[in-house]
């Protein structure tokens, strides 16, 4: 299947993508460079990883093209978007920045499913509290 993020890159604008430690790990081994992980993250004001923005986008993606240079091993977090956990309403969305939401998710089930999936890797991985 085709991207259906190519040539777009919005969510790639001020990114504030939290990043998990097994996201870490995957870039720096994978990176076709030695890369250390505070060259694109850094920990935010509540305490995660988050990655870095280079000239208000995203460090990993390359603005000409706009397409993401690690997209093979991407963060967890970008591979669900444009699903998003919302904690303060306690429920999955779609992230209105985003422009092509309706490519996604073209079913009730597959969204509930990514959800969980979401919910799961919040608990997990970020070690969130969720009801």
């Known amino acids: ?25 995957k870039i720096i081994k994978f990176y076709p460079k ?10 935010n004001q509540n305490g995660f990883f988050q990655l870095k ?3 208000n986008h995203c460090v990993f993606l390359d603005n000409l093209s706009m397409k993401c240079t690690i ?10 978007y444009p699903l998003i956990y919302d904690i ?7 992230d209105a920045d985003c422009p092509r939401t ?4 073209e079913s009730k089930q597959d969204f509930e499913k990514s959800c969980r999936n979401l919910k799961n890797f919040l608990r ?8």
Do not use: A, W
């Open 102 to 105: 309706h490519v996604f998710y």
């Open 53 to 55: 923005n280079s000239t």
């Open 71 to 80: 997209y093979d091993f991407r963060p967890q977090g970008c591979r669900f």
């Open 1 to 25: 299947m085709e991207n259906r993020c190519d040539y777009c890159g919005k969510c790639c604008i001020n990114t504030e993508m939290i990043l998990s430690q097994q996201d870490i790990e």
């Open 124 to 131: 997990e991985q970020l070690n969130l509290k969720l009801d």
């Open 88 to 94: 303060d309403e306690q429920l999955c969305k779609l």
């Open 34 to 43: 030695k890369i250390k992980k505070k060259k694109f993250s850094f920990i």
